[in-house]
């Protein structure tokens, strides 16, 4: 630090300082925090220069390795790092260490840093990497990738340390500064986390010798340059000649990431109108612009209004959501207009983005600040997608966002209500984010929302605990595709052997027990909680969507006709806790299987009435559908064959449109040459009756009007059981 005008500080303001204190270690970074706000003049100064003295290099090595080569780059992000502490101080909470909360700021200010730059790479850059081996560059990558990767799974006081020491290139004397630990406390750490990163990553199938070269000590590298230093210690002084040292990038940056500070006060406001209104003005005189503008005549920052459809530059979160939208976009645009068929055979579904790589930058970049809103709502992204299994490579980014979300969002009702939508896949990463928010949710939305994804999760999590000790050999995941003709045939694929390991944990467990537990928490969400609202994510995504493009701005007449549904159907008041939870515990009770059948009645396509009890003494098979449901339509030609070989014996389907769309339906009915019978007026009654949430849905009812199966969703199981049902039937009828 020998380049500063003072070396480490002057005598004198060290004196006004430290004065009774005995050295600058005995001032801990709340008080010097305190007196830089409370301070006046020399002293506020001196405080200031202290904390950059103390913590510069941390700061500095975090944005040199987040930047790379761009060494201008990330001396402007180091000076944005301390203009922000500069006007954040009184918001920032201090206990021992400020090294922390500079950090997390260091990494988003390079991120930010990092976007604004990666669209103008120099010529000579480009023809420097150009010419290294692309081999040994590929290599190299991966390896940093494994390392870096392994360093974020670390428990967080070996993670700090390993990232400033082995990383950034701190001293282990700075590291103990920037973390406010003893020196002997931090050896013994970076130690401890050799130790558990040396077997990870051998395993990942580096070799000794390259791992050792990784995580061998190395010399300090971030000491900060003495000039960049001397006019970084000048922004301790808000509004003065010394205003001129940031240069303008580094304001950019700074009032860029101010502005994605949610909890700003308006005193913050002012302070930063105040100082970054005088740094502005001297780095205007500085450039040579002569006399600064007044203040009536230069205009606002934040009067320049974006470009249509830009993504808030404060907002990180969204802009890699947007990248990915964006791509996933254009994909589907060079599918558009294609069969089904078609589609399953097109190269372009090779450009469909891997969502995996973003959600891997979405949960890094919320590593750095876990509490916020934006790394929160962004956290949710990452997991919010219920027909995505979170193992693979999706599944360590999932498991990190369940880790971060319950460990800084357990209370919080937008966390706890992702749970609601997880029931129709199990997994362990599910598992412990649904016993996260159990066990800490305080509040009490948050503790309903949570109790009811449970309970919705163990009624399902019984059923395939049952089905996996019913079926104890490997797995199959079944599902339908397309054949070289083109007909639509099952197909089934192997259980990965993740998924099949979860499925042996399934047999361990006692199904009875696990239906007990969630009718116990059904009927403590109806006592405790009836009154909350039951809103998903997806009905918040839908409120988004309304708010952002309602449906009097939209011009084109399918995107508004959607949005017109989306708006009716916002406009209805939400279900509660306690009706969908007592809906729950009706189903469990009285449409179990092995229950009587409760009859119904609606009106069928040609006007006369359809009533369940008419058919008794014959097997039913009730299939639940809809006009607009493609599953639905694609399963009535095997509908009909089902139909066809049951002539004549005791059976008879019914379909139940579930949606009270009767016009549609009849257009179906006639286009597909439908003959069985069909509740049309009335249908979604019905199906509200069974509790019906999806489509194609199939409900055997036996002779006798004892429900056998409900819910089943492929046609060939539910066949084969009817056909049996029906032979039963015949035999006692002989």
């Known amino acids: 630090m020998a380049g500063s005008r003072r070396g480490l500080m002057g005598l004198g303001l060290a004196r006004i300082l430290f004065e009774g204190a005995g050295t600058v270690a005995a001032r801990s970074d709340a008080d010097l925090v305190r007196i830089f706000l409370t301070g006046h003049g020399e002293t506020s100064e001196a405080a200031f220069e202290a904390l950059v003295v103390r913590h510069g290099p941390m700061v500095l090595a975090t944005c040199r390795r987040a930047l790379g080569r761009d060494e201008h780059a990330a001396e402007d992000a180091f000076q944005a790092v301390f203009l922000i502490l500069a006007n954040r101080a009184r918001s920032v909470r201090v206990d021992d260490s400020l090294g922390r909360w500079l950090r997390g700021v260091a990494r988003r200010v390079a991120v930010r840093a990092r976007h604004t730059s990666i669209r103008q790479v120099s010529p000579p850059a480009v023809a420097r990497e150009a010419a290294e081996d692309p081999v040994a560059l590929a290599v190299r990558r991966e390896a940093r990738r494994a390392i870096d990767l392994e360093v974020t799974r670390l428990p967080r006081k070996y993670r700090d340390a390993v990232t400033l020491h082995h990383l950034d290139g701190l001293s282990h004397d700075q590291v103990a500064e920037a973390l406010g630990l003893p020196v002997g406390t931090v050896r013994s750490r970076l130690s401890r986390a050799r130790d558990l990163l040396r077997s990870r990553l051998v395993r990942r199938g580096l070799a000794p010798a390259a791992v050792a070269a990784c995580l061998a000590p190395r010399p300090s590298t971030a000491a900060v340059p003495p000039m960049l230093l001397e006019t970084t210690l000048r922004l301790g002084r808000a509004g003065g000649p010394a205003a001129v040292a940031a240069s303008p990038v580094a304001i950019d940056l700074a009032r860029r990431t101010l502005g994605s500070f949610r909890m700003m006060k308006a005193i913050g406001a002012m302070i930063l109108a105040g100082t970054l209104g005088s740094l502005t003005i001297g780095a205007y005189v500085a450039a040579g612009g002569g006399d600064p503008p007044s203040p009536r005549?230069?205009?606002?920052?934040?009067a320049v209004p974006p470009k249509e459809g830009a993504v808030p530059i404060e907002d990180p979160f969204q802009q890699i959501i947007r990248e990915f939208e964006d791509a996933k976009a254009r994909a589907e645009a060079g599918l558009a207009g294609l069969s089904d068929f078609e589609r399953s055979r097109s190269k372009k579904l090779d450009e469909l983005p891997d969502e995996a790589p973003y959600a891997h930058r979405i949960v890094e970049l919320a590593m750095a600040n876990p509490k916020e809103k934006a790394a929160r709502d962004a956290l949710i992204w990452v997991m919010d997608t219920p027909a995505r299994t979170d193992t693979g490579r999706y599944g360590d980014e999932y498991g990190r966002a369940v880790d971060l979300l319950v460990a800084h969002h357990a209370d919080d009702p937008e966390v706890a209500r992702l749970g609601l939508r997880m029931?129709?896949?199990?997994?362990?990463?599910?598992?412990?984010?649904?016993?996260?928010?159990?066990a800490c949710a305080e509040g009490r939305e948050a503790k309903g929302l949570a109790r009811m994804a449970v309970?919705?999760?163990?009624?399902?999590?019984?059923?395939?605990?049952?089905?996996?000790r019913n079926h104890p050999g490997r797995s199959f995941n079944r599902y339908q595709a397309y054949d070289e003709s083109g007909k639509l045939v099952w197909k089934q694929l192997a259980m990965p052997n993740q998924e099949e390991g979860y499925r042996a944990h399934l047999r361990m467990l006692d199904p009875a027990f696990l239906r007990a537990e969630s009718e116990r928490l059904y009927g403590e969400v109806v006592a405790d909680y009836a009154d909350v609202p039951y809103i998903t994510t997806a009905y918040r995504k839908m409120e988004r969507e309304a708010r952002e493009t309602p449906s009097s701005k939209i011009a084109d007449p399918k995107r508004k006709e959607r949005m017109i549904a989306i708006e009716k159907a916002l406009a209805e008041k939400p279900p509660t806790l306690g009706a969908m939870a007592a809906a729950r515990l009706d189903d469990i009770r009285n449409l179990a299987l092995g229950k009587p059948a409760p009859d119904f009645e609606g009106t069928g396509a040609d006007g006369r009435p359809v009533k369940l009890s008419d058919f008794r003494g014959k097997v039913v098979v009730l299939a639940y559908w809809f006009s607009s449901c493609g599953p639905c339509l694609r399963a009535i030609p095997d509908e009909k064959a089902l139909v066809a070989r049951m002539k004549g014996r005791p059976f008879t389907l019914v379909g139940v449109v579930s949606d009270g769309l009767t016009d549609e339906a009849r257009k179906v009915i006639a286009s597909h040459g439908i003959d069985w019978p069909n509740v049309l007026t009335g249908g979604d009654k019905v199906a509200a009756r069974y509790h019906v949430a999806s489509n194609p849905a199939y409900f055997v009812i036996d002779a006798g009007g004892t429900i056998r199966a409900k819910g089943q969703r492929e046609l060939d199981a539910v066949a084969r059981l009817a056909e049996q049902l029906v032979g039963e039937a015949e035999a006692k009828g002989r």
């Open 297 to 302: 005549d230069a205009p606002a920052a934040a």
């Open 423 to 438: 029931s129709n896949q199990l997994s362990r990463h599910r598992d412990a984010f649904l016993e996260g928010i159990y």
């Open 455 to 468: 309970a919705q999760y163990m009624e399902k999590k019984a059923a395939f605990s049952e089905s996996a």
